[in-house]
């Protein structure tokens, strides 16, 4: 890995990381937390959870909006930058990287395409039944998954590197 690569990795890794935390500052306090709304099917369920949080959770939930899309950009480029540039594919893997390349893009897509559902929800009747409701946990449960797969996927390329 070039000296240029290493540093522009290092950069996209320190804004993943500062947008990351971010979120989780403004989310940190949400009882049952964020991954319980997004991974909800059910609108019983759904409505449930926004009743816990009370009216400044939700204010805060509302308000996250504004910046997760600047976050879903971030580890998006973070991800692509990590596996074009960050040396962990050999120049005999093309398709692997190129696989691992898209995975956190995707599920920044995914991701968008979840805050407009819940967008849309979130401006209809309190406790509405609405497909739109399991249709945003569909697309967090594949952003989720494109995610922890990206996480094996680098996990097991650092773990090979630091063992060689």
Not at 47 to 73: P, T
Not at 102 to 114: K, R, T, V, Y
Request: aromatic share 12%.
């Amino acid at each position: 890995m070039t000296w240029k690569s290493r540093a522009v990795v290092t950069l996209a890794s320190l804004a993943f990381v500062s947008s990351q935390t971010y979120l989780a500052y403004l989310l940190g306090g949400l009882r049952p937390n964020i991954l319980s709304l997004q991974l909800t099917f059910h609108a019983g369920c759904y409505w449930e959870i926004l009743s816990q949080w009370g009216e400044s959770g939700r204010a805060a939930y509302r308000g996250h909006f504004g910046y997760d899309g600047v976050h879903a950009l971030i580890y998006a480029v973070f991800g692509y930058l990590l596996a074009t540039r960050g040396g962990l594919f050999g120049p005999a893997e093309p398709r692997a990287r190129a696989r691992t390349a898209w995975m956190l893009p995707g599920a920044a897509f995914l991701d968008l395409l979840e805050n407009l559902l819940q967008l849309h929800i979130l401006a209809g009747p309190f406790g509405a039944q609405t497909v739109a409701i399991p249709l945003s946990a569909l697309c967090a449960a594949g952003k989720w998954g494109l995610v922890l797969w990206f996480a094996l996927v680098i996990g097991r390329r650092l773990v090979s590197k630091l063992g060689t």
